[in-house]
């Protein structure tokens, strides 16, 4: 992208703009993830066949994020993100419309490709107005999202609630939330490339340091799909909690990674990303362990808490560090969502088939290793501390703060 330089408030106002289409984005999440069960109905699948039909999400994401860079290139990055905003939008109408189980597959699958562009673009965006402040603001984005996405989950439980149906309530979720994702985008900025930059390939393998900086990512989503999909049945099936107990452990969990996120960038300009994942590594395996052996309720529900509070930065992090690795951010972001995108996808059916294979305990062992893995490999998000031309940049972070050229 072009260097363009922008007033001071001008990117304040992207700033807020940019968390306002990551809390639309997030809303969009919670609003289909409440009303599965109604979903499940109209479309007369059962238990296995609804499983197999959410892992295309995730797999629709995975194919189409490599073209979110090519979008923006074309359209510029204002653009191409009130482009992808709308599909997805508008695509959360596409599951409770679908009769059967071929169709559902091929709504979540269009509805996971919009997604997942949508998420690259506003990440990219997010990464140049971070740049432009010279402070972390990306934890703090996807607090905004965790925050529409439980303002979304609350709006589709009380339609649950009521009786609603979902086409219904989707067609007006999603009009609203159009509305509002395409109009925050007026005041996003109006990133395009240079006159000599070339197009990204359409697909290309994400450059090494993405990788990297991905498989970091990947230790932080496995923890995190493991406890959402799983804290509940491990309280209800170990511990003997009621389904009301187990529930708001995993309520708990989501919040506690939405407070961490909003407060996430404070400790981050204070102490850096390094070290801050590494003590979030830290606190996630004493979380693992709090879980593995805890023989009452409370133990494990605060093992689970302390999970979202060690990994709730990380995934914004990672995203940051991407943005910075490279000559081009959405081809490197892309390439790290993918990562963890696969993560989301493989945790919950790895659990699931270790658990069966062994127990519930030694599955949560594995999300304890995995975690440790945090305090362990944070450094390579050091890689992505430079600017794209090399030189370190000027953010108040004591990551950043080394001797060397400055821009």
Same mark, same amino acid.
């Given at each position: ?7 001071? @408030?001008?990117?304040? @106002? ?44 995730? %797999? ?116 609203? %939330? ?38 970091? !990512? ?45 407060? !996430? ?31 009452? *309720? ?17 995934? *914004? ?91």
């Amino acid at each position: 992208m072009s260097e363009v330089a922008y007033d001071p @408030r001008t990117v304040r @106002r992207a700033r807020y703009a940019v968390a306002a289409v990551f809390a639309v984005h997030g809303a969009v999440t919670g609003s289909f993830a409440t009303r599965v069960p109604w979903i499940q109905d109209h479309a007369e699948v059962g238990a296995g066949q609804l499983g197999l039909a959410l892992a295309f999400p995730a %797999l629709g994401a995975s194919v189409a994020m490599p073209l979110a860079s090519r979008i923006s290139h074309v359209l510029g990055a204002r653009t191409a993100l009130r482009v992808l905003i709308a599909l997805w939008t508008l695509a959360l109408t596409l599951p409770s419309l679908s009769p059967n189980l071929w169709t559902l597959c091929l709504a979540l699958f269009v509805y996971g490709a919009t997604a997942g562009m949508a998420d690259v673009a506003m990440n990219a965006l997010g990464v140049e107005v971070e740049a432009r402040l010279h402070k972390s603001i990306m934890s703090g984005l996807h607090g905004m999202w965790s925050v529409g996405a439980l303002i979304g989950s609350a709006a589709g439980t009380l339609a649950a609630h009521l009786g609603s149906d979902a086409r219904l309530h989707h067609a007006l979720a999603a009009a609203a %939330l159009t509305v509002l994702g395409v109009t925050a985008c007026r005041w996003v900025l109006d990133l395009r490339p240079a006159e000599d930059e070339e197009p990204p390939p359409r697909f290309a393998l994400p450059p090494r340091s993405a990788l990297l900086i991905g498989a970091v !990512g990947f230790c932080a989503v496995f923890a995190e799909g493991a406890s959402l999909d799983w804290s509940a049945v491990y309280l209800e099936d170990r511990l003997g909690t009621s389904a009301g107990l187990a529930a708001a452990s995993t309520t708990g969990f989501m919040l506690t990674m939405a407070l961490a996120r909003i407060a !996430g960038d404070t400790v981050v300009n204070r102490f850096g990303a390094v070290r801050t994942v590494r003590v979030g590594g830290v606190l996630a395996v004493l979380g693992g362990l709090l879980v593995v052996l805890a023989d009452h *309720p409370a133990a494990a529900m605060a093992g689970f808490a302390l999970l979202g509070l060690g990994i709730a930065v990380v995934v *914004p992090l990672c995203f940051a560090a991407a943005g910075r690795s490279g000559p081009n951010p959405a081809q490197a972001i892309a390439g790290v969502a993918t990562v963890t995108y696969t993560s989301g996808l493989v945790a919950p059916s790895a659990i699931g088939t270790l658990a069966q294979a062994t127990s519930l305990v030694v599955s949560f062992g594995l999300v304890t290793f995995l975690a440790g893995g945090l305090a362990v490999f944070a450094g390579v998000l050091r890689a992505g501390d430079r600017n794209r031309d090399g030189t370190r940049p000027e953010v108040s972070s004591p990551d950043a703060a080394v001797p060397g050229p400055r821009p």
